[in-house]
């Protein structure tokens, strides 16, 4: 399980240091994505099978599913660390995460998110402002803290 949220910084070759306390738990290789709200997805490659298989299972003739199919699995990438620890994103995943030099990776169970911090700090203010809303609407899935 992925926990916490730690402050990274990419340099200009989109290398950036992933969290000592999650190199283990992602592995030899994982996938990284396009993620939603604007931040990059990591999955460890036995999360990464779990997802596909349910995105496989996606009705074809469906338009958004279809779309959304087209949008997970053309940005996603294998990747490995080196021996600093270090991943290197690729160019679209950089862009399309927004990020320039100072990086938020947080923990959500199952997968790492990296986040530009100020793009991370908007989010996390808009949502913090409206976590009791948010909690009150997820007792309709039978959620209770």
Known sequence: ???????????????????????????????????????LFVYPMQEWAVLEQKLKALPLMKSDARAFTRFFFSGATECELDKQGRVNLPRTLVDHAKLEKDCVVIGVSNRVEIWSKAIWESYFQQSEDSFAEMAEKLVDFNFDL
């Open 1 to 39: 399980m992925f926990l916490g949220e730690y402050q990274h910084a990419i340099d200009e070759k989109g290398r950036m240091i992933v969290p000592a306390k999650f190199r283990e738990a992602l592995g030899a290789s994982f996938i990284v994505t396009r993620g939603l709200d604007q931040c």
